[in-house]
């Protein structure tokens, strides 16, 4: 595997440093005008799109393009891209003409052939939205001079999901909440950001279940809204959620998550039998929150990343090959012990 790739997969995704905001994307969702709707295009007509994608951007961009299509990339690897949230479940499966995009020098990912025929993402840190919605903006206004987009004079662009036309453009965070869960806060605050134009979803976005607290929340259909302020609503919100969690966090007993973490850590010292990725997410989100309220010493960034290298596709991505279940709960539970030794409560 080319060496640019695997490290990027590695250190996805950027993650922050704060105590409630993990990542920020911005998405643009565009349409050729020529093609019929990716669920309506031949394998043909797939595969020219991600042709005539490639040369566009070569056509205007020095940025070194990493390529994978999907039909040609390992089962592993996929998996490994859809739990970094590189790729969403849909886009992994084995189709014709579905392919990523990843711009080494600005970070962009471009999808091409998911639900639109392209989907350009920007990822990065809570107060960095304003300078990513400019670094894809730029982008999207020099592919326009290759692409004929589907564009609508009243309605905007035209998108695949009617939520998405006009701007085309979503905002989107995976949050961490666990004191606003704790103090029975979360459904009320819920409440005010779907009022917000806003909607929730789990730790993988549409369709996904949330996982130890874990959200993610993204702006809703914006038909009629500048991209400025889609962005600057959906600041606004995410700030208004993290101030409320840190609220809530004040009227947590330390007690309790003492009492946690030490649970967590006898059953990865005391335990040979290994540990399953979802107790093992638990566990880890548990002592992000000792973090958060100081109970434990450890980089923050450092308990974030660990989360997505025990999932099931890191672990095999990092071995180099297919794992039973019970070798990837053990190897697991070895990295779990190795990488939380100096944690203390």
Same mark, same amino acid.
């Given at each position: 595997?080319?060496?640019?790739?695997?490290?990027?997969?590695?250190?996805?995704?950027? +993650?922050?440093?704060? *105590?409630?905001?993990?990542?920020?994307?911005?998405?643009?969702?565009?349409?050729?005008?020529?093609?019929?709707?990716?669920?309506?295009?031949?394998?043909?007509?797939?595969?020219?799109?991600?042709?005539?994608?490639?040369?566009?951007?070569?056509?205007?961009?020095?940025?070194?393009?990493?390529?994978?299509?999907?039909?040609?990339?390992?089962?592993?690897?996929?998996?490994?891209?859809?739990?970094?949230?590189?790729?969403?479940?849909?886009f992994a499966e084995?189709?014709?003409?579905?392919?990523?995009?990843?711009?080494?020098?600005?970070g962009l990912r471009?999808?091409?052939?998911?639900?639109?025929?392209?989907?350009?993402?920007?990822?990065? !840190? !809570?107060?960095?939205?304003?300078?990513?919605?400019?670094?894809?903006?730029?982008?999207?206004?020099?592919?326009?001079?290759?692409?004929?987009?589907?564009?609508?004079?009243?309605?905007?662009?035209?998108?695949? #999901?009617?939520?998405?036309?006009?701007?085309?453009?979503?905002?989107?965070?995976? +949050?961490?909440?666990?004191?606003?869960?704790?103090?029975?806060?979360?459904?009320?605050?819920?409440?005010? +950001? #779907?009022?917000?134009?806003c909607i929730i979803?789990?730790?993988?976005?549409?369709?996904?279940?949330?996982?130890?607290?874990?959200?993610?929340?993204?702006?809703?259909?914006?038909?009629?809204?500048?991209?400025?302020?889609? #962005?600057?609503?959906?600041?606004?919100?995410? *700030?208004?959620?993290?101030?409320?969690?840190?609220?809530?966090?004040?009227?947590?007993?330390?007690?309790?998550?003492?009492?946690?973490?030490? !649970?967590?850590?006898?059953?990865?010292? %005391?335990?040979?039998?290994?540990?399953?990725? %979802?107790?093992?997410?638990?566990?880890?989100?548990?002592?992000?929150?000792? !973090?958060?309220?100081?109970?434990?010493?450890?980089?923050? #960034?450092?308990?974030?990343?660990?989360?997505?290298?025990?999932?099931?596709?890191?672990?095999?991505?990092?071995?180099?090959?297919?794992?039973?279940?019970?070798?990837? %709960?053990?190897?697991?539970?070895?990295?779990?012990?190795?990488?939380?030794?100096?944690?203390? +409560?």
């Open positions: 595997m080319n060496s640019d790739l695997k490290n990027f997969i590695l250190n996805q995704p950027d +993650v922050d440093d704060e *105590s409630v905001v993990f990542t920020v994307r911005l998405r643009l969702a565009r349409n050729f005008r020529k093609y019929p709707f990716p669920h309506q295009m031949g394998e043909k007509q797939a595969e020219q799109l991600v042709e005539h994608v490639i040369d566009a951007i070569k056509n205007f961009s020095q940025d070194t393009p990493l390529i994978l299509h999907m039909k040609d990339t390992d089962k592993i690897i996929r998996q490994v891209l859809v739990e970094r949230h590189i790729i969403s479940p849909e084995d189709s014709f003409g579905k392919t990523l995009i990843w711009l080494v020098q600005s471009i999808l091409v052939n998911e639900e639109d025929h392209l989907r350009i993402s920007a990822f990065g !840190k !809570k107060n960095e939205i304003e300078k990513l919605w400019q670094i894809l903006n730029d982008f999207d206004d020099n592919l326009s001079q290759y692409i004929n987009y589907a564009f609508d004079r009243e309605f905007g662009y035209l998108t695949s #999901c009617p939520t998405n036309v006009g701007p085309g453009l979503r905002v989107s965070s995976l +949050v961490f909440l666990p004191s606003l869960k704790l103090t029975g806060r979360i459904k009320v605050i819920f409440n005010t +950001v #779907c009022k917000l134009g979803r789990g730790f993988y976005g549409e369709g996904s279940a949330s996982i130890a607290n874990f959200y993610q929340i993204s702006t809703g259909p914006a038909l009629g809204k500048k991209e400025t302020e889609i #962005c600057g609503e959906f600041d606004a919100v995410l *700030s208004a959620t993290e101030k409320q969690e840190l609220s809530a966090m004040e009227r947590v007993r330390t007690s309790s998550i003492k009492e946690l973490i030490k !649970k967590f850590f006898d059953r990865i010292y %005391d335990s040979n039998e290994g540990i399953s990725s %979802d107790d093992a997410i638990k566990g880890i989100s548990i002592l992000i929150f000792g !973090k958060n309220l100081g109970i434990i010493k450890v980089d923050r #960034c450092t308990l974030k990343k660990m989360i997505y290298r025990i999932l099931p596709g890191s672990i095999q991505f990092e071995m180099g090959r297919l794992l039973q279940e019970k070798e990837r %709960d053990i190897l697991r539970l070895q990295i779990l012990r190795k990488e939380l030794v100096g944690l203390y +409560v």
